[in-house]
């Protein structure tokens, strides 16, 4: 029992589990901590040692590179420590967007987005780029240093560009002729003012000129006014001797004429030009081809059918103007040729007019001759006129001609109508 009471009051100097987890914990703790502290150093160290080299490429480039190609690239006037790795690498990586770069980058494409993070890939990338050969794409183990990969690439870039190869005599000789090609510009340029100066000096004042220009402007506007206004005055006048004509009784009997004599059987005549209706002067003319006598005889001649219907259609007319009194008087003209005794010819186309007259009253049962014009006298009326209205030559013909003389030999029925009332509005 006092063996066995000793055991129990016997204390235990080894430490229980719990209290060893808790010093691996603390001791774990004090190592992350000092390694974070001197990974943290490491990357204040590394961007000491980086920060120069890379912002001093990029400005370098700036400067040799033309224009405004590197200009989104942007780098502070003064280097600061708080430059991460991951901006170094987006800033080396903007270089391959330029284009004057390109015969420094034969293999193109420098670095994708996601290397873009990480300085590292972003150096090799860059490096890479400008190798020639696949033995020169690999870069020395000295170029993975900080103090040395940015200088390595910047002169690998430089040599690709033919930068910095150039001897101070060559420089002087290319700004040489640079000068001389200006200055040749410049001698032109004088060339060109001193005949423009030249142009100047031969020509009239200027103030005269645009005095005389503004002069011509008036008056050709003034030309244009009255030139709209002589334009609105035809027009006027176009459109009132439309509407006269449109409204002249002459112009509305001939018509009417026309439309009856074909609606009676004569359109074939019509075409054929044996009858003509001739709406200036106002007649219906039938040519010797239809009605003709024999030489010195009135009595007899032929064409007695197209009588017949000339007379139905003188008739539909006599009976149509009753209500609008446009026909003053209807004559039937009889003409002879030159041949004989003018005044045996005046009394046989009288006498032939006559007959003419009569038979045409007669085919209508004597109505012709009971129509009566706006004034009471009779429509219809005859007169015989011989050789003294000739009709006019045509181009080639003679008056001595049988053709000629044929042609004269005729008989016109004469429209003479009621004179227009209305007046011009623009004389």
């Known amino acids: 029992m006092m063996n066995q009471f000793n055991l129990q009051n016997e204390e235990n100097f080894w430490p229980c589990v719990s209290d060893m987890f808790l010093a691996l914990f603390i001791i774990a703790l004090v190592l992350y901590s000092t390694a974070s502290k001197k990974e943290g150093e490491g990357d204040i160290k590394f961007a000491r040692q ?6 001093g490429l990029v400005r370098d480039l700036q400067r040799i590179i033309p224009g405004n190609e590197l200009s989104d690239v942007k780098v502070p006037e003064e280097s600061h420590e708080n430059r991460t790795q991951p901006e170094l690498a987006a800033m080396l990586c903007s270089l391959q967007n330029c284009k004057s770069l390109e015969p420094a980058f034969p293999n193109k494409q420098i670095a994708t987005d996601e290397e873009l993070g990480d300085y ?21 183990e000295d170029c993975y240093t900080p103090d040395a990969r940015v200088r390595k690439l910047k002169s690998r870039i ?13 420089k002087l000789r290319r700004l040489q002729e640079e000068l001389a090609e200006k ?90 030009g044996d ?8 007649l219906v003319r039938v040519k010797s081809s239809v009605v003709s006598f024999r030489q010195k005889v009135y009595k007899k001649f032929t064409g007695l059918k197209e009588l017949a219907l000339l007379a139905e259609a003188l008739q539909e007319i006599a009976e149509q103007d009753k209500g609008d009194k446009l026909i003053n008087n209807i004559v039937i003209e009889c003409h002879a040729d030159t041949d004989g005794d003018a005044f045996e010819n005046e009394e046989l186309s009288a ?7 009569k038979y045409l009253d007669g085919s209508t049962q004597g109505e012709l001759a009971k129509h009566k014009n706006s004034k009471g006298l009779g429509l219809f ?11 006019p030559l045509e181009m080639g013909e003679s008056p001595y001609s049988d053709a000629y003389k044929t042609r004269c030999r005729r008989i016109d029925i004469r429209f003479n109508c009621n004179p227009y009332k209305g007046e011009l509005t623009n004389k």
């Not at 990338?125 to 050969?133: E, I």
């Not at 006498?351 to 007259?357: E, F, G, P, Q, V």
């Open 50 to 55: 980086t920060i120069v080299e890379c912002e």
């Open 120 to 140: 590292d890939k972003a150096i090799l990338m860059l490096y890479r780029a400008t190798a020639t050969s696949d033995s020169d794409r690999e870069p020395p």
């Open 158 to 170: 430089l040599d690709k560009l033919e930068i910095g190869k150039i001897s101070p005599e060559e």
């Open 183 to 272: 200055e040749k510009k410049i001698r032109q340029l004088e060339t060109d003012l001193a005949e423009l100066r030249e142009i100047v000096a031969k020509t009239p004042e200027v103030e005269e000129l645009l005095a005389r220009q503004r002069e011509l402007d008036a008056q050709i506007r003034k030309l244009k006014e009255k030139h709209a206004s002589v334009l609105i005055a035809k027009d006027n006048i176009i459109n009132e001797l439309q509407r006269r004509l449109n409204s002249d009784p002459r112009t509305i009997v001939m018509q009417k004429v026309r439309e009856i004599l074909k609606r009676h059987g004569l359109d074939a005549k019509l075409n054929s």
């Open 275 to 282: 009858i003509e209706v001739e709406d200036d002067l106002g």
């Open 351 to 357: 006498n032939r007019a006559l007959y003419i007259w």
């Open 381 to 391: 009326s005859h007169a015989g006129f011989g050789c003294r209205v000739p009709l």
